[in-house]
């Protein structure tokens, strides 16, 4: 079992970076494949970003590759996404997830383990 909690998120002008965390609690972090999601207003969540259980393979979304970066410290047990040049349609609530499975996947339906969500608004 693993219970996840991110933070990080808040407003943020056009242009600007932000830095999100996710601590993970329980002893399967580092076996673990982890991901970022998102889910704006009247959308459906989508994939952000993904890494295996080492940290030494990632993907991403089209809509953020190149912008985004999603990283991970197995000795703290946290997951980050560095997020550059946000704009206005990366505004939404950001989820953290956590798969049993050691590798880094787009679908939402290999991961186990979710947090309850950062907002994220990028506003003028």
């Known amino acids: 079992q693993i219970q996840l909690v991110e933070s990080g998120g808040g407003l943020v002008q056009p242009g600007g970076s932000l830095r999100l965390s996710c601590a993970a609690s329980?002893?399967?972090?580092?076996?673990?494949?982890m991901g970022w999601f998102r889910q704006a207003q009247g959308k459906e969540r989508e994939f952000v970003a993904g890494?295996?259980?080492?940290?030494?393979?990632?993907n991403y979304a089209n809509s953020v590759k190149g912008r985004f970066t999603i990283s991970r410290d197995n000795s703290e047990n946290t997951v980050y996404l560095q997020m550059n040049s946000l704009n206005s349609e990366d505004t939404a609530v950001y989820y953290c997830?956590?798969?049993?499975?050691?590798?880094?996947?787009?679908?939402?339906?290999?991961?186990?383990?979710w947090g309850q969500g950062t907002q994220v608004t990028v506003s003028s």
């Open positions: 997830a956590a798969s049993d499975r050691p590798i880094a996947t787009s679908s939402p339906t290999q991961y186990d383990y």
């Open positions: 890494i295996n259980w080492s940290g030494g393979f990632s």
């Open positions: 329980g002893r399967t972090f580092s076996r673990c494949g």
